[in-house]
């Protein structure tokens, strides 16, 4: 994939606040193709079919929280080897240690400033092919 080539993001993020912020911060940036879920299991289904360049994943949701579906991700073919970083407050070091354990590429910290995030994201896109 070329830097030019469109990047498709699938967040899942249960806060409608959040997805909101992400939405308007997102759109103005022709790079990205996003496209939402806001429950684990809607998030697992939309990975395994429209196969994201990314997935930027909330920790803490109902049901399926963010630990549990990085853990289904990795056991379907078609998502194992999609990049995944969390989006959460929580980001002591032994929790960023234990996303990355579970193969999580990054944090984005909440709350973050909306007119970074698009950079925030290519920066976690680029890092994620140099592993």
């Known amino acids: 994939m070329t830097e030019s080539t469109l990047k ?7 806060e409608e606040d959040i997805v909101e912020i992400l939405r308007i911060a997102l759109e103005f940036n022709s790079n990205y193709q ?3 879920a806001k429950t684990g299991p809607e998030g697992l289904q939309k990975a395994i079919i ?6 930027l994943l ?6 399926m ?5 990085i853990e289904e991700l990795k056991i379907f073919p ?10 959460t407050s929580r980001v002591l070091k032994n929790e960023i240690l ?13 709350p973050f400033a909306p007119l970074e995030i698009a950079d925030k994201i290519q920066t976690l896109w680029e890092d994620s092919k140099k592993i």
Request: net charge negative.
């Open 78 to 87: 078609e998502t194992k080897e999609i990049p995944v970083a969390f989006i």
């Open 65 to 69: 929280n963010g630990m549990e579906l």
């Open 8 to 14: 498709h993001v699938l967040i899942v993020e249960d």
């Open 58 to 63: 909330d920790v803490l949701m109902p049901g």
């Open 98 to 110: 234990e996303y990355q354990k579970r193969g999580g590429i990054g944090v984005i910290e909440k």
């Open 50 to 55: 429209l196969q994201p360049d990314l997935i």
């Open 34 to 36: 996003i496209s939402f």
